[in-house]
């Protein structure tokens, strides 16, 4: 006789850079397992491998998780943990004024992605030339160390990674069609100030956030912390 499968409930929850809604179930022992081993790692690679892994499972819409962005990625883990493990995170935060350490507990039902505009991914680089961009997929930021990422190149070479097309009055060239070299020399040929433009939206990339707001145990201080990232809810 087969033993029983026990069932899980299913919720539903934004993927912000999509703006579609899919339907998830928590995740079970042998993907807490995969994340845990991961975790001891300390391998950000293997982690990432590992929360992408528990997210393919766990969600039952068709989306290539390789394509979603950090973000994404995030929002997604962030619902899954809470459903799976409990919607409270308990932290420790020092305080400003005396240094003493609180403990703060955050419900992660209260943690909203930001609204992501599709009309932000348009620069127009001047009056007739432009570029549609989109933000950086996990599979990209995998390719480049934190080292690389700090470097000229490391960033020249994610941007040109995120352009999509090319466009004047006249016609539009999807960047995946054209050789890589050509797409380099268009962004090369940028001026300073219209490179700046570019620049600016991957400096400004929507990011997963929370502001806590707490009193000291210690002096009764009134502290303000941002959370930003998945680490910072769980550290």
Excluded: W
Aim: aromatic share 6%; hydrophobic share 40%; charged share 30%.
């Amino acid at each position: 006789m087969a033993l029983p499968i026990v069932s899980s409930s299913k919720y539903t929850t934004l993927v912000p850079s999509l703006g579609i809604t899919v339907e998830y179930r928590p995740y079970v022992v042998k993907e807490e397992k995969i994340l845990m081993i991961a975790m001891e790692s300390k391998d950000q690679k293997q982690i990432v491998r590992a929360i992408k892994e528990v997210i393919k499972g766990c969600v039952f819409d068709n989306i290539d998780v390789n394509k979603l962005t950090t973000l994404d990625i995030e929002v997604l883990f962030l619902r899954l943990r809470g459903k799976s493990v409990g919607e409270r995170a308990d932290l420790r935060f020092k305080c400003d004024s005396c240094e003493a350490m609180t403990d703060v507990s955050i419900n992660l039902d209260d943690v909203q992605p930001p609204v992501i505009s599709a009309e932000s991914k348009n620069i127009m680089i001047n009056d007739s030339v432009g570029i549609v961009v989109r933000y950086p997929s996990i599979t990209d930021m995998e390719k480049y160390t934190e080292k690389q990422l700090a470097s000229v190149d490391g960033v020249m070479n994610l941007i040109t990674d995120c352009i999509e097309s090319i466009f004047d009055d006249e016609n539009v060239h999807i960047t995946k069609d054209e050789k890589r070299s050509d797409v380099v020399d268009f962004v090369d040929g940028l001026t300073s100030t219209q490179f700046k433009k570019v620049a600016e939206f991957f400096q400004d990339m929507p990011a997963l956030t929370h502001d806590v707001r707490y009193n000291c145990i210690s002096c009764d201080a009134v502290n303000e912390v941002q959370l930003k990232g998945l680490t910072s809810f769980f550290m």
